[in-house]
């Protein structure tokens, strides 16, 4: 019987080769990105085709490359990157010593790696770069060093010049990912109008927000919209959590708060759509509301309840927010240049520290790179034709930091590859040897290539082969020698990284216990911090509050991420498999869920009273949490607890106690404090039996 991992990564394989997503396409920037090409390439025409033509040519085609990346920003700055990080490639991959050479190789490979793990934009840029240092060789033959590099440089500021020409949106990326954060909460509002105990699924909502923490200047609303986002959380949160008390109660009050969470989820998606369309609908807020009130709860009382009122309320707030982001007009608020510089060094320093250890991911996946390239370099230099340097070049691009990644990548890069030599070869073949056709060719799959960056890694590597393909033939190589040497040497290259993975691999399924524990440690803190704020609301921080929720997401990010990957490893235990880390996950995020209603009970109420036999029960749940934390790691758990003992007595403390003020926040907690029992034993029964031999 087939291994399920091996099962999936042949499944996503499939999916990767039959990807087409043209909604992605961004045809505005591939036509600009392919204007930066015919402006290089019109250039070194003028010029008679220097010596360092080619160099130019792919620093405006690198350049262009990163801009259309997913997730990468469209301004000038990151061709410009390029351009000088593929300038220093070039000089070190022009060594002439081949052990020298071999080392520098690999030493390049760890490092790019290592720092490109700080962030998406760093990774981007210094992979894209690191191509560079495989071309030298190439692009240095008829050029000196000094000259391919500043060519080089030369081309990444063409296509930087190209990123200013209209139509240029300062704020697009920053609307588009803020839009990200909206319909993210969006999905969960549409999932909690189903299943008020829905687990959390809100790491696209945690992605951007960190990503507009990291700018240094944006517009006033988006920053507003951005330090919101919490509140629209919350609120959605408190509306769910009332859903799931109607339960026991009549159907029209669970329909009216389903009803209230719909139109939340299409509100927020309206104004996503609002903030980053050309044409967005028109919003009747009347209509919306009419459509509301018309529910037999409301009807009958006359009134919205307090959490539907508070929803309303925070969504017409966003509501303002989108409009004033697409009205514009707003000041830039920034953060001084220098501080803003040295505080982004300083985080980024701080997390390659906290890295620097044997037993870290990235450092394996550093390690794994370095020697894969050292091989496959040493590979390539002994190749007999000229271009040897494909086999890095692929092995580069190929290896990814997990299996299912190395493998979709490997394959679909093999297979786009030589259905692109094949196609470029017959066309060179057909086409008149021409320089003007020839070069309006190479701009047609630059053009194409850029095109479908976005929308299908198939036909893209397709098209970078028929564009490499026809840029050589431009400097006098036969099309279709250079066309199977360099489909051959991509089969070598995608073989050496798959097959060094393989070798050397680090497997998600063995961390998974240990992402799984400090994800519980995180829900731990929160579960502290929200029951601390009922038993003492006057030392409330809602800093260190919102300090907790982002370690959740980024924590839980971490642990779906690596479930995902597991799925398609050929490897099993010890500890938890990918399906019983996300059930155990399920059940902490319904207890967690639980929290945030009972966290929502407040709100910036400076004289709340604290409640009787609330730092009991927390002590209990600490209890319970680092108990769960040591199952899911595989250590020895501490003493178990009797939760259900626990939440009696609090049930006991909470209705001795005769205060109308505190009613409704008594009501929630003694709710609420069932579920998270209830979920918490859940959580241990799935953990009970992972590490048993």
Not at 11 to 34: F, I, K, N, Q
Not at 549 to 569: G, P, V, Y
Not at 661 to 690: I, P, Q
Request: proline share 4%.
């Amino acid at each position: 019987m087939l291994n399920p991992g091996v099962r999936e990564s042949f499944r996503r394989v499939g999916r990767d080769l039959r990807s087409w997503t043209p909604g992605e396409a961004v045809p505005v920037l591939a036509v600009r990105a392919a204007f930066g090409i015919a402006a290089a390439m019109s250039a070194v025409a003028l010029l008679d085709h220097p010596s360092w033509g080619q160099a130019a040519v792919m620093g405006a085609w690198l350049g262009g490359v990163a801009m259309l990346t997913p997730g990468t920003r469209t301004g000038p700055s990151l061709p410009l990157l390029i351009g000088a990080a593929g300038s220093l490639g070039v000089v070190l991959g022009s060594i002439g010593d081949p052990v020298v050479l071999i080392a520098a190789a690999a030493a390049y490979a760890f490092t790019l790696t290592f720092i490109g793990s700080v962030t998406h934009i760093a990774g981007v840029t210094f992979t894209v770069s690191g191509i560079m240092f495989f071309l030298a060789d190439h692009l240095t033959a008829h050029a000196g060093v000094l000259i391919a590099a500043l060519a080089v440089a030369a081309g990444g500021a063409v296509q930087a010049l190209t990123a200013l020409l209209p139509p240029y949106y300062r704020w697009a990326e920053d609307r588009r990912t803020l839009a990200d954060a909206w319909l993210a909460l969006a999905a969960e509002a549409d999932a909690l109008a189903a299943d008020p105990n829905a687990p959390f699924r809100t790491e696209p909502l945690f992605e951007a927000a960190q990503e507009l923490d990291r700018r240094r200047a944006l517009p006033a609303a988006i920053l507003e919209a951005r330090r919101q986002i919490y509140a629209v959380s919350s609120a959605i949160g408190h509306t769910a959590s009332a859903r799931a008390r109607a339960d026991a109660q009549d159907r029209d009050t669970v329909e009216f708060y389903s009803e209230a969470l719909e139109l939340a989820a299409r509100l927020l998606g309206h104004f996503a759509e609002q903030i980053t369309s050309r044409s967005p609908t028109e919003l009747d807020w009347d209509a919306l509301l009419d459509g509301l009130s018309q529910n037999p709860m409301a009807t009958a009382t006359g009134t919205m309840p307090t959490e539907i009122g508070g929803l309303l309320r925070t969504l017409h707030d966003t509501g303002g927010f989108a409009e004033r982001i697409t009205a514009g007009g707003d000041d830039v608020i920034a953060d001084p240049a220098l501080a803003h510089a040295t505080s982004t060094a300083r985080q980024a320093l701080g997390q390659l520290r906290a890295r620097l250890h044997r037993h870290d991911p990235v450092i394996h996946h550093a390690l794994r790179r370095a020697g894969v390239i050292a091989l496959a370099m040493a590979i390539g230099l002994a190749w007999p034709t000229g271009h040897g340097y494909w086999i890095p070049l692929t092995a580069w691009l190929v290896l990814q930091a997990d299996f299912a990644g190395t493998l979709t990548r490997g394959v679909t890069r093999a297979v786009g590859t030589t259905g692109g030599v094949v196609l470029a070869s017959l066309l060179g073949m057909l086409l008149p040897q021409d320089q003007l056709w020839l070069s309006l060719i190479v701009l047609a799959y630059a053009l194409i290539a850029y095109l479908t960056r976005p929308v299908s890694m198939l036909v893209f590597a397709a098209a970078v082969s028929g564009f490499t393909v026809f840029q050589i033939d431009l400097s006098g190589e036969s099309p279709i020698a250079a066309a199977f040497d360099r489909g051959a040497c991509t089969l070598v290259g995608a073989a050496l990284a798959i097959g060094f993975y393989t070798l050397a691999p680090t497997w998600q399924t063995r961390r998974l216990g240990d992402l799984l524990g400090d994800l519980v440690d995180a829900y731990r803190d929160y579960a502290r911090l929200s029951l601390d704020r009922q038993a003492h609301p006057a030392d409330y921080d809602r800093k260190v509050m919102h300090a907790a929720i982002d370690r959740i997401r980024a924590r839980r990010a971490a642990l779906t991420s690596a479930a995902d990957q597991a799925k398609a490893e050929p490897v099993a235990g010890p500890g938890p498999l990918s399906a019983d880390a996300l059930g155990a996950e399920a059940a902490l995020s319904r207890a967690a869920r639980a929290l945030v209603a009972v966290n929502a009970t407040l709100g910036r109420e400076a004289n709340a009273k604290g409640l009787a036999g609330v730092d009991a029960f927390a002590d209990s749940l600490d209890t319970a949490y680092l108990r769960l934390a040591a199952l899911a790691r595989g250590d020895a758990p501490p003493r178990g607890i009797d939760l259900s003992d626990a939440v009696q007595r609090l049930d006991f403390r909470l209705a001795a106690i005769e205060d109308r003020d505190t009613r409704t926040r008594r009501s929630v907690l003694r709710w609420e404090s069932d579920n998270v029992v209830e979920a918490l034993d859940d959580a241990a029964l799935l953990m009970a039996g992972w590490n048993q031999t």
